[in-house]
């Protein structure tokens, strides 16, 4: 066990509807990042939030946002879905250095496998 | 486009022998190299970070970097059926993002 958690653990949603998927970091850590894993295929970098601000996007449209929170715990934001964000979905918590300029080991979460209908 | 190449699979052994699985990476620059094991239907499991040239051993896993040819490898030893599983290669290619390559199946026989 990471120590990261996730909710939910599944989720059924209509096409054009909005969702939001939540993490816990693990203890300790400041860095929350979001990956998409379509079946078959490795993790895809999302972005990454660090003292509450974006800190690093992947090649993702506008309609995926997030948030993180004082206590480190994120939230990502997806509008408007479509069929193929149909995936699953993992957070992963690291630690920054004060100086931001490295993260280094991620620890995944348990993830949550969204289904677009 | 920074990538991660894997061979996809899937990688049969027998019970006992040694996996191996191999990795490469287009972008000189980068520092740190994961390898993660994935069950089905589970999230990536860290095994090993590896940061400098040479090997790395943790009980039956080695990794091996090699930054001139630009490859790492993942050698298990005495594979056991549990570790049956995809194996991802992941490469931090800035603090913002690890690249993930396609993840090699390992199926390992009794």
């Known amino acids: 066990e990471t120590g990261v958690t996730q909710s939910p653990t599944h989720l059924i949603k209509t096409r054009g509807q909005q969702v939001t998927l939540r993490c816990s970091s693990q203890?300790?850590?400041?860095?929350v990042s979001w990956y998409q894993q379509a079946l078959g295929q490795g993790p895809q970098f999302i972005f990454q939030?660090?003292?509450?601000?974006?800190?690093g996007r992947g090649n993702f449209p506008p309609r995926f946002s997030g948030l993180q929170f004082p206590n480190y715990s994120s939230e990502l934001n997806v509008n408007a879905l479509e069929l193929d964000d149909s995936a699953l979905y993992l957070c992963?918590?690291?630690?920054?250095?004060?100086?931001?300029?490295?993260?280094?080991?991620?620890?995944f979460g348990p993830g949550t496998r969204l289904t677009v209908l | 486009q920074k990538e991660v190449e894997q061979n996809s699979g899937p990688l049969s052994v027998p019970e006992g022998a040694i996996a191996s699985l191999n990795c490469t990476y287009s972008?000189?620059?980068?520092?740190?190299f994961f390898w993660y094991r994935q069950y089905s239907g589970k999230s990536p499991e860290l095994i090993m970070s590896i940061y400098s040239n040479g090997d790395k051993e943790d009980g039956r896993f080695t990794a091996q970097l090699n930054k001139a040819s630009q490859y790492v490898s993942l050698l298990i030893r005495d594979s056991q059926p549990s570790d049956s599983a995809t194996y991802l290669c992941?490469?931090?290619?800035?603090?913002?993002?690890?690249?993930f390559g396609t993840g090699t199946r390992l199926l390992v026989s009794p």
């Open positions: 992941a490469v931090n290619y800035g603090f913002q993002k690890l690249v």
């Open positions: 203890s300790g850590h400041n860095t």
């Open positions: 939030y660090y003292r509450e601000e974006e800190n």
């Open positions: 972008d000189r620059v980068s520092q740190s």
């Open positions: 992963a918590s690291s630690l920054a250095p004060r100086s931001g300029r490295s993260t280094d080991t991620q620890y």
